[in-house]
T-cell receptor
C-alpha cells in the first residue's frame, strides 16, 4: 500500500541462520507493528513501536527482536530462525483508528 | 486480554445472494473500534468496514454492512449481492488501547457462480 513497503517479499532461509525483515514508511507515523499470519490463527502481534527506540512485546514475541533507529524504519530480526517461524509477516502503521498494512513477506525456514 | 472469535472457518454463497459472517469479541472497555478486513489471494489486507463502539448506528459501505450488537459483543458482516470478486479471507479485528489490533482467526469465503 502507498506509504509503507516491506522487503523482501519472499525469503527462504536455513534453520539457525539470522534473518532481518525491513519495514519502511513515508508517512511519519509514530506507531509501527509486526504481525505474523498463520492458518487458523489470523494475524498475531509480534512487536510494536510507539516511537524511535521505543518498542514493546506483542502476543508472540519469543524468538524475535526489533529495532527502530529512525521514524521511517522498523526492523524485525529472527536471531536464529526455526521452522516454526515459517510464516507470512506483515508490517503495519497506524494513526488514530486507521491502519495500513504492507504487502507482506513470506518467510520459509527449511 | 481482549479476544476475537470467528467461528466459521469457511463459508460459501451463490453469486448474487447474501451472506453473513460472524464475529464475537470479549472486552471490558466501553470505547473501541471494530473492523472487517478482506484478504484476497494477493495477500493485501484491505479495510472493508469500520465501526466505532460509541455509535449505535450500524456502519455500511455499499454492499457491505454490519450488525453491531454491543451488549452481546457481536459484530457480523453482511455482504449483499455477492460477487466473484468478494471471494477472499475475511478477518474481524478489534482495536484496543495502545493502538494494537487483535484479529480473529479468519473466514474463507467462496463465491459459487
Amino acid at each position: 500500500d502507498a506509504g509503507i513497503t516491506q522487503s523482501p517479499r519472499h525469503k527462504v532461509t536455513e534453520t539457525g541462520t539470522p534473518v532481518t525483515l525491513r519495514c519502511h514508511q513515508t508517512e511519519n507515523h509514530r506507531y509501527m507493528y509486526w504481525y505474523r499470519q498463520d492458518p487458523g490463527h489470523g494475524l498475531r502481534l509480534i512487536h510494536y513501536s510507539y516511537g524511535v527506540k521505543d518498542t514493546d512485546k506483542g502476543e508472540v514475541s519469543d524468538g524475535y527482536s526489533v529495532s527502530r533507529s529512525k521514524t521511517e524504519d522498523f526492523l524485525l530480526t529472527l536471531e536464529s530462525a526455526t521452522s516454526s517461524q515459517t510464516s507470512v509477516y506483515f508490517c503495519a502503521i497506524s494513526w488514530g483508528s486507521g491502519y495500513t498494512f504492507g504487502s507482506g513477506t513470506r518467510l520459509t525456514v527449511v | 486480554a481482549q479476544t476475537v472469535t470467528q467461528s466459521q472457518p469457511e463459508m460459501s454463497v451463490q453469486e448474487a445472494e447474501t451472506v453473513t459472517l460472524s464475529c464475537t469479541y470479549d472486552t471490558s472497555e466501553s470505547d473501541y473500534y471494530l473492523f472487517w478486513y478482506k484478504q484476497p489471494p494477493s495477500r493485501q489486507m484491505i479495510l472493508v468496514i469500520r465501526q466505532e463502539a460509541y455509535k449505535q448506528q450500524n456502519a455500511t459501505e455499499n454492499r457491505f454492512s454490519v450488525n453491531f450488537q454491543k451488549a452481546a459483543k457481536s459484530f457480523s458482516l453482511k455482504i449483499s449481492d455477492s460477487q466473484l470478486g468478494d471471494a477472499a479471507m475475511y478477518f474481524c479485528a478489534y482495536l484496543q488501547g495502545a493502538q494494537k489490533l487483535v484479529f480473529g482467526q479468519g473466514t474463507r469465503l467462496t463465491i459459487n457462480p
